[in-house]
């Protein structure tokens, strides 16, 4: 606990130290497109006070703060679909399988809560849409419905897990995965801004380059190595190799969901622009750092 407490702090500190320099340089850098930065750090102070409850609190404040965080993303998830009238009681159903799959965290029923989603969920999620209303959309709307559910609830789930599979070591692997994350996140998208040339998905997501996914990976994996002692129970090779696996499942979390944004938008840039300015869109990459960081840990070491 001390320990996480003096990461905050010192995260607290280079969040103020970041977010004045990015006042100073988006006023002397008028020609560069700074926002999307902007709008990160407007995030991370937000995710900031959620990590604090999650990781100084005890574990049922931090389930009922990530809980409350997962309903929010999937709330605006379901703010890009276009909808009908017929999807309403879809939703509801959605919605209502957000506290039963933190309850099986909370009372640590891992087979359930590892099955409740992909496999229950997914098998009685059509039974709303197809009671009395029709056929036209089925596919599009249930199976759109269980994305989000899978991204913002399953995957984001993981998060409130840890402290429950590992009362010792949760809080504090919890805040080295959402540091890592983040700091992967930025480091990709202000190297892109200053010297990416080669865009990776330009259709979908025009910050994502190459340039901006080498520097990330290496600095997000020289990080990792830096303050996995202080956090993580870890040894060394896994030091190493968690910057790694943050960074790359990180990329794809974010390549994936802003195709998916893109695809569900279509015709709406209006909505897709304000989109952007949203207060939970930047836990894209934990939605699947979460599930991938937890699973391999997991694996590999006898504390979770």
Not at 81 to 106: E, G, M, N
């Amino acid at each position: 606990m001390n320990r996480s407490l003096f990461t905050l702090v010192l995260i607290f500190a280079a969040l103020s130290v970041i977010h004045l320099l990015y006042l100073a340089v988006s006023r002397l850098q008028k020609d560069k497109d700074y926002t999307g930065i902007g709008f990160r750090i407007k995030t991370w102070w937000g995710m900031l006070f959620i990590f604090c409850l999650a990781t100084l609190s005890n574990s049922v404040v931090s389930l009922l703060s990530l809980m409350v965080l997962a309903f929010f993303a999937l709330k605006e998830y379901f703010s890009m679909i276009r909808t009908r009238k017929a999807d309403r009681r879809l939703f509801l159903w959605a919605y209502l399988s957000i506290p039963l799959q933190f309850y099986w965290v909370y009372i640590e029923w891992y087979g359930m809560f590892i099955v409740f989603i992909p496999v229950y969920v997914f098998l009685l999620l059509p039974l709303p849409r197809l009671i009395n209303k029709g056929t036209l959309g089925f596919l599009r709307s249930v199976s759109a419905t269980q994305w989000g559910l899978m991204l913002m609830v399953f995957g984001l789930s993981h998060l409130a897990y840890f402290q429950f599979a590992s009362p010792e070591y949760g809080a504090g692997l919890v805040l080295f995965l959402v540091v890592l994350t983040q700091l992967n996140d930025a480091v990709h998208y202000l190297a892109s801004i200053y010297f990416g040339k080669h865009k990776i998905v330009p259709t979908s997501n025009p910050y994502l380059t190459w340039e901006g996914f080498a520097c990330a990976f290496v600095v997000t994996t020289a990080v990792s190595y830096l303050i996995y002692p202080h956090l993580t129970p870890l040894n060394p090779a896994f030091g190493y190799l968690s910057g790694m696996l943050i960074s790359l499942s990180g990329f794809f979390g974010s390549l994936t969901v802003s195709v998916l944004k893109r695809d569900l938008l279509i015709g709406d840039d209006d909505k897709f622009a304000a989109l952007k300015k949203s207060y939970l869109s930047r836990i894209d990459s934990l939605t699947y750092t979460a599930p991938v960081f937890f699973h391999v840990i997991r694996y590999f070491f006898d504390f979770m």
